[in-house]
């Protein structure tokens, strides 16, 4: 029963995860941090089978962190999300294919602009102002497409978000309790309460 939501605003990107661990009817953390810092302008929200997700999310990280070693660089977040999809893709024709499903949020420091991706466990992925995974993304995608606003402050952005819990908590029948909410905007990544 994972829910994962993010979005744009003017100058940021907003991703939030629930933070219950569960597979079938069994909860089994209640705490988990399903929003890996791949840098400091790029975050990522990860959802799908427990031990592929942790892994896959790690494996990201390192990879990522090994070119900016290499090259003395980060790699901006339109390139990451190409990396990730490519290495999905790979991954669905391997005998242990991961099944992730990912939002991808970074601020471009050389565009001066935020970029979000959804990227499914099929590795398509495409650039949206707004996404989620999870089975809280049928009751947001319809808030989020009513009340997104490209140029909102990070508060507007922050309240919208609110709403899309608050519908989640409210229709879904095994929803979650908590959940964690990061920025990424032109000055890195921070962690903020809703």
Not at 50 to 60: I, K, L, N, R, S
Not at 109 to 133: C, M, Q, R, T
Not at 141 to 168: K, N, Q
């Amino acid at each position: 029963m994972e829910t994962s939501f993010a979005l744009t605003g003017k100058g940021y990107v907003i991703v939030a995860a629930d933070t219950t661990a569960a597979r079938s009817i069994v909860k089994m953390k209640v705490d988990e941090d399903k929003i890996k810092e791949l840098g400091t302008h790029l975050l990522m929200a990860y959802s799908g089978e427990p031990g592929d997700t942790v892994q896959f999310a790690e494996y990201v990280e390192r990879n990522i962190r090994l070119y900016q070693i290499r090259n003395l660089y980060p790699l901006r977040p339109p390139a990451a999300a190409s990396w990730i999809r490519r290495s999905l893709a790979q991954s669905i024709r391997s005998r242990s294919p991961y099944s992730v499903n990912l939002l991808l949020g970074g601020y471009d420091k050389s565009e001066n602009k935020p970029n979000l991706y959804w990227i499914d466990y099929l590795g398509s992925v495409v650039e949206v102002p707004f996404a989620a995974h999870g089975y809280g993304s049928y009751f947001a995608l319809s808030l989020l497409d009513r009340y997104h606003d490209p140029e909102a402050p990070l508060e507007e952005g922050l309240a919208t978000l609110r709403r899309c819990i608050d519908e989640v908590a409210k229709r879904l029948v095994v929803s979650p309790s908590n959940y964690k909410v990061k920025v990424v905007d032109k000055d890195g990544v921070r962690e903020v309460e809703i």
